[in-house]
């Protein structure tokens, strides 16, 4: 069963839809109050999957939570948050209201019927809950009391909430004992160590030791102690993240425990060396944490506690406390998730409460996705709804502006009320609700896109989002929480923004240029082409795309058999004639005959000798609306809305279809892009500890430290198709100059080794001339050994043990 809207009023900051009241259309529905003034309930819909709640200080976004589980009984309707401002709020007898609330609810294709005479047929119906009195069904728009037992049955149908903790992080330690099953240890690891010197420093007679133990003990609860229901909210945390989550027995504590107290350090170290195969196997947290791939969540077990550590790619070992909270509370959030899920209650309806307030931008795109896999699992089991209130925009997720909810808080009385159509004119006014400017400019994204103007600009992020909403992932099209689409006011425009982006900095993002083939468009790629001053190129060819070039290539022609110049040529003409209807229609008053007229035959006879379908569409609505005038994001903004109402309206198939291939090859094109920087710059590294070890070292180095600077090579070697054979090198580098044997500390061979490193700067290039020779002379006879001589070269020695890989590949 899914939640599709919750109604409220007179609960907290919501009065009651005072704008729907001052509407003159507007009627009461007839389940409502039908006495006295009419108070309509404040109407907020709630998407299937995820629903984002954005909005102001004090508008409303987390009273919105407590109305969902208000109006699905799972807490008790208090006078005490009935609206303070409101009209209706009185101490005199017979005038006691209380807040109400309504749940409209959806059954699912495979649920069976609800068990009640009234919903015997019913898939859709809402329960409303008005305040102290009865609670009633909504069917079919008629108002159905219900008896007590029928109101149970429902109840125990209703969805399921879970509300995440988001201000409770990831301990630092947890002590084995409780672990283990034991009672709860009141000294922490400090408190233990002020005993320990307390014991050092007095006679340990038996009263000091009960004085010194009564002080500590009441040093819990004081400033800069932890209370005993937060120790156990974390302790909790940490045996859902070990035990829930990475599925370790509370057996093999109480085993950890004795060998401890035993002094046993191999078998301690063999199951704490289990336990952390146990945690990297079952939470899989590297996949969620985009910010460092090599990154490992490890326990250490130290006395009486086990201590939570991480170790990054630097293979180096750091506690919680030496590393970002934002980290501490990502691991929150996925273990309390996972822990829920693994109970069996992935359905459930998830309520969060501004989770960014501690994650980075980039932790809280990585927690979007999270919430994403829980509405729609990858598996294809049964995903929970998620509701969650925020004010980042980094947890708006671009690339469904469908389920953006902002909520706003009027003047005086009025209360909170909910902002339509928020993600329409480029997310304004969710731009004020945030307190902050989400312009599409280039120095936010890591990827951009720049188009030549708005119309662009809302034509391919409106069709992207709209596609990756009907194939419920973005595989095919762009990923807008990454993607930036730059507007640049038009083709001539667009070479000094990428200029601006990537030509003046060290560090250049990943840009892609989209430009019409036209005559502007032409000359923008002659001056991308041409370069800057320096006559560097700040764009290369393969991140340039002209409309033409790219449809020639692809197979795409318009209606009429051309090859499209524009984005608009993309775009059906019988799309475009409704879509140019519509935009009119908000400015005048249509009748059937100029409907008529304005026909797809009209319109592609212009396109036929204009050969281009904005000149078409602008051509024919002069002659047939002679004062009219339309604009091109007025009319990308239709054809946007069009396929929201109707996304099988005719032409939409072919629509899809010509903007699927476009938005995937220029989403490949900014990964690329991506790539290729993230390549650059990892070049980079590797040239700069080259020649930091050239220069510090230029007459010897130690083993220890050769062997750390071979580790840096590797982490610095980019990820392309001759990485491995660069790895191979450096494993070769390492065998023959005897790094792994410290009984003799310098490296030998000294000269040969500082060629063998710096020849690894042209590994790369080495690589690429091999690739292009393939002399088929070179080939190894499968008889030929492949072990390396004294005379080899190292990219020599590399491709040996590159041949003989089948067999064992050297590690570093």
């Known amino acids: 069963m899914k939640l599709t809207r919750i109604d409220v009023r007179f609960y907290k900051s919501f009065n009651f839809d005072f704008e729907l009241k001052a509407r003159p259309s507007a009627d009461r529905e007839s389940w409502e109050d039908q006495e006295g003034p009419w108070y309509p309930f404040v109407r907020i819909p709630i998407d299937t999957g995820i629903t984002a709640i954005v909005g102001a200080n004090e508008s409303g976004k987390s009273h919105l939570l407590g109305a969902i589980k208000a109006a699905l009984g799972l807490v008790r309707i208090d006078r005490a948050d009935f609206c303070r401002y409101s009209s209706q709020y009185s101490v005199q007898v017979d005038q006691l209201r209380y807040p109400e609330f309504g749940a409209w609810l959806e059954l699912e294709a495979s649920e069976k019927p609800i068990g009640i005479s009234a919903l015997e047929n019913a898939k859709r119906f809402a329960l409303f809950r008005p305040g102290d009195r009865a609670p009633f069904l909504v069917i079919d728009g008629h108002r159905v009391a219900i008896t007590d037992a029928d109101l149970a049955i429902v109840q125990s149908r209703l969805p399921k909430v879970f509300e995440m903790v988001t201000d409770l992080a990831i301990p630092d330690s947890v002590s084995i004992r409780r672990l283990a099953g034991h009672n709860r240890l009141s000294l922490r690891r400090s408190q233990r160590g002020q005993l320990f010197d307390g014991i050092d420093a007095s006679d340990p007679s038996a009263g000091m030791l009960d004085q010194l133990l009564a002080t500590l003990m009441a040093a819990q609860n004081t400033a800069g102690g932890m209370s005993a229901l937060d120790e156990d909210a974390e302790f909790e945390l940490a045996r859902k993240l070990l035990i829930d989550a990475a599925k370790i027995a509370p057996e093999a504590f109480a085993e950890l425990l004795r060998g401890l107290e035993e002094g046993r350090e191999g078998y301690v170290e063999g199951l704490v060396g289990r336990m952390n195969a146990a945690i990297k196997e079952n939470l899989n947290i590297q996949r969620w944490w985009t910010q460092d791939k090599q990154f490992d969540l490890l326990v250490e077990a130290r006395e009486h506690e086990l201590a939570l550590t991480i170790q990054d790619r630097t293979a180096s070992t750091y506690s919680f406390k030496e590393r970002s909270q934002g980290l501490r509370f990502f691991l929150s959030y996925f273990v309390q998730l996972t822990a829920h899920r693994l109970a069996g209650n992935g359905s459930a309806i998830l309520l969060l409460d501004e989770p960014d307030a501690y994650l980075s931008s980039v932790g809280q795109q990585d927690l979007l996705r999270i919430l994403h896999d829980y509405a729609n699992p990858e598996d294809g089991g049964a995903g929970g709804q998620v509701v969650y209130v925020t004010h980042s925009p980094f947890l708006i997720d671009k690339n469904a502006p469908q389920r953006i909810r902002v909520l706003d808080k009027g003047a005086d009385d009025e209360g909170t009320r909910v902002v339509r159509d928020a993600a329409n004119n480029r997310y304004e006014p969710l731009r004020s609700s945030l307190g902050v400017y989400i312009a599409e400019t280039a120095f936010i994204g890591g990827q951009n896109l720049f188009v030549e ?84 190129r700040v764009l290369q060819d393969a991140y340039i795309v002209r409309i033409d070039t790219w449809a020639e290539r692809h197979g795409v022609q318009t209606d009429w058999g051309t090859t499209p110049v524009e984005i608009e040529d993309l775009i059906p003409i019988s799309i475009a004639r409704r879509a140019a209807l519509n935009h009119i229609a908000r400015f005048i008053s249509l009748t059937e005959s100029t409907g008529q007229e304005f026909s797809v035959e009209m319109i592609l006879e212009f396109a036929r000798s204009t050969d281009a379908v904005w000149e078409a569409l602008e051509t024919t609505i002069a002659a047939v609306f002679p004062d009219e005038h339309i604009e091109k994001a007025g009319f990308a903004r239709e054809v946007v809305k069009l396929l929201e109402l109707n996304s099988e309206v005719d032409g939409a198939d072919e629509l899809r279809r010509r903007f699927t291939l476009l938005l995937g090859d220029l989403a490949q094109r900014l990964e690329d892009a991506a790539d290729h920087e993230s390549d650059e710059r990892a070049n980079d590294q590797l040239a700069r500890h080259i020649q930091a070890f050239l220069r510090d070292h230029p007459a010897g180095i130690r083993k220890y430290d050769a062997s750390r600077l071979l580790r840096q090579l590797s982490l610095a070697m980019p990820n392309d198709k001759h990485s491995d054979t660069a790895r191979l090198t450096l494993a070769a580098i390492e065998r023959d100059y005897e790094l792994g044997d410290r009984a003799h500390p310098a490296v030998p061979r000294f000269d040969a080794f500082r060629d063998a490193i710096s020849a690894l700067g042209q590994l790369d290039r080495l690589q690429y001339q091999d690739d292009s020779s393939n002399d088929p002379s070179d080939a190894v006879s499968p008889t030929k050994s492949t072990a390396p001589t004294e005379t080899d070269t190292v990219p020599a020695q590399a491709e040996r043990l590159q041949q003989s890989a089948s067999i064992k590949t050297p590690t570093i």
């Open 453 to 536: 103007g708005a119309g662009d600009q809302v034509l391919l992020a409106g069709l992207s989002a709209h596609i990756a909403d009907r194939e419920q992932t973005t595989a095919s099209v762009m990923d807008l929480n990454r993607v930036t689409i730059v507007g640049s006011g038009g083709a001539d425009g667009i070479p000094y923004m990428v200029y601006l982006a990537r030509g003046r900095d060290t560090v250049k993002p990943a840009c892609v240029a989209l430009l019409d083939g036209d005559n502007a468009g032409r000359r923008a790629e002659r001056i991308l082409q041409r370069g800057d001053m320096r006559k560097q």
